[in-house]
């Protein structure tokens, strides 16, 4: 079993109540590993750091050796807990049950006795792993159900997560959502339900457009235009889109950034002017991006896209860069017309020719502007405050739909958002 990391602050002296400082920990429970993609859970813990102890408890790494509890801190007050053990005969409650001892043993080890962790927030990623870990730490714990994505659409889904969001719902004291669709389906099964959309780190971003940032080398003598992506390669993205764009603008070049997941690296499209990066830190963004002329959404429109609120959207923005997208709902009914959004893949490479040939710098501006509007820091300081205010709340049920309605929410029946609205 690993050590505890010597530098992480000790927050064994401070205070264990919902007054003052409100220093209880936060316990995650997360299906993305921290040092994946920076998104939406590195965006909040991040912040949150600065006020409470964060517990980071990933899924466990398949090995063969013993069991053990791989620890660090990836960030300042930030724990990261990785489990590692052998799952090759265990399913996901299984793994859970060998899992616990482990951890509490680790949790004792860096200061975190069960009666520091009673009146904990217990705030989950996956619904995996809730039956087994909803009270763990003590029936005081506040329980946050943060559902940034449509898990059970994706490719691979365990076949009961839909079952076991259900009794995540059922336990939990305040549910977000990453995008307003996922609001729609999530607050008709609870009445404590907020829709979070994504944030961006302005600062960070804004470097594409110092002229201090300096392209870097593997893309700076490529030909242009540049139309380029940043982000997971999975399902969600339209292939056959890539291949064509490439196709239709042989004199230019795609550049693809990001980590290939579920998907086989073979069956990507090749072509001399597509170039497959692969996963570069999250420092490397904004230098990476000021080589882009036109910023790309290439979603395939399918059960994995029809919930998602891209991160990068106002990423793109805050580096003051034209943006072209697939008609994904929450990017319709949010970022147009900011964002042009094309409708068929002849309406995207049309849209990508015109933004390269005569980028709209009103578009572009106003882009910059709802960027600036739209921090994490804010984003997350109203979250903090709704989660506090649950833990402070006297013990009560939830309201939970006992059924879904009939049909669903029509996206064009649901009301226009303000910028205010947007980003809360």
């Not at 960030?75 to 409650?93: H, K, S």
């Not at 395939?300 to 580096?319: G, H, R």
């Not at 072209?324 to 929450?330: E, G, I």
């Not at 094309?342 to 009103?362: K, L, Q, V």
Request: aromatic residues 10%; charged residues 20%.
């Amino acid at each position: 079993m690993d050590n505890p990391p010597s530098r992480y602050t000790d927050f064994s002296n401070g205070s264990n109540t919902l007054s003052g400082q409100h220093h209880v920990p936060i316990i995650v429970h997360c299906h993305l590993r921290w040092d994946f993609v920076w998104q939406r859970p590195q965006q909040i813990f991040s912040r949150l750091a600065q006020h409470h102890p964060i517990l980071f408890i990933e899924e466990p790494l398949p090995v063969t050796s013993a069991p053990a509890i791989r620890v660090s801190e990836p960030y300042p007050n930030v724990l990261r807990l990785v489990p590692v053990l052998d799952t090759t005969v265990m399913d996901f409650d299984k793994q859970c049950d060998a899992i616990l001892p482990l951890l509490y043993q680790q949790l004792e080890r860096c200061n975190f006795s069960a009666e520091r962790l009673s009146g904990a927030v217990q705030w989950f990623y996956s619904p995996m792993p809730a039956p087994k870990m909803l009270g763990c730490f003590g029936e005081a714990v506040t329980v946050v159900y943060d559902c940034m994505d449509e898990l059970a659409n994706f490719r691979f889904a365990p076949r009961d997560i839909a079952e076991r969001e259900r009794l995540l719902l059922q336990r939990a004291d305040v549910v977000f959502t990453g995008g307003y669709r996922l609001f729609e389906s999530k607050s008709r099964y609870h009445d404590n339900t907020h829709f979070f959309g994504c944030g961006v780190d302005v600062d960070h971003y804004s470097r594409a457009r110092s002229p201090k940032t300096r392209l870097p080398a593997e893309v700076a003598g490529l030909d242009r235009p540049v139309f380029g992506y940043f982000g997971v390669i999975d399902e969600r993205i339209d292939y056959e889109l890539i291949a064509r764009l490439a196709d239709g603008c042989p004199q230019g070049a795609v550049v693809m950034v990001g980590p290939v997941v579920k998907v086989d690296p073979d069956s990507l499209p090749s072509r001399p002017n597509i170039f497959w990066l692969g996963q570069r830190s999250y420092d490397d963004l904004p230098a990476l991006v000021k080589s882009f002329d036109v910023c790309l959404m290439p979603f395939a429109l399918n059960e994995s896209t029809q919930y998602i609120n891209p991160t990068k959207t106002l990423e793109y923005m805050a580096a003051g860069k034209p943006i072209v997208s697939t008609a994904v709902p929450d990017v319709v009914r949010q970022f147009t017309p900011i964002v042009a959004v094309a409708h068929s893949i002849d309406e995207f490479i049309e849209a990508a020719h015109n933004a390269s040939e005569s980028p709209d710098r009103a578009r572009i501006d106003r882009g910059i502007a709802l960027a600036e509007a739209s921090s994490w820091d804010r984003t997350v300081a109203s979250m903090r405050r709704l989660v506090l205010e649950a833990a402070d709340a006297e013990p009560a049920v939830p309201q939970v739909a006992s059924q879904l309605a009939d049909s669903a929410v029509s996206a064009d029946s649901a009301p226009d958002l303000t910028k205010e609205q947007v980003q809360l």
